[in-house]
């Protein structure tokens, strides 16, 4: 079992930038897939990125495309934490950010299991 809790949201100018933070609990977090997700009002749920493990693939990065070049996610195994460093941020990245827990690494959702209760993230223009 793995609870997630997200930390880092806010409103900030566009522009500008914020760091989301997710902690773990659990064991299982060193060998867990992990990925930021969003959904903005009215739309579903996107991927945003996600960070393997170190053990099996040295730590893989991936990113949606809306935010390649933008967004950096890594991780603390000795923390039991995973970052997102937004920056540039658009009033299109307004949403709530999810953290996600899985074995798979990738975009979908439903590779991950366990999930957080949300951040809110707003972009005023």
């Known amino acids: 079992q793995v609870q997630l809790v997200e930390s880092g949201g806010g409103l900030v100018q566009a522009g500008g930038s914020l760091r989301l933070s997710c902690a773990a609990s659990?064991?299982?977090?060193?060998?867990?897939?992990m990925g930021w997700f969003r959904q903005a009002p009215g739309k579903e749920r996107e991927f945003v990125a996600a960070?393997?493990?170190?053990?099996?693939?040295?730590?893989?990065?991936d990113y949606g495309d809306s935010v390649k070049g933008r967004f950096i996610i890594s991780r603390d195994n000795a923390k039991n934490t995973v970052f997102l460093q937004m920056n540039s941020l658009k009033p299109e990245d307004t949403a709530v950010y999810y953290c996600a827990a899985g074995s798979t690494f990738g975009p979908r959702a439903g590779a991950y299991d366990y999930w957080g209760q949300g951040t809110q993230v707003t972009v005023s223009s």
């Open positions: 960070i393997s493990t170190f053990r099996w693939s040295g730590g893989s990065t």
């Open positions: 659990g064991r299982t977090f060193s060998t867990s897939s």
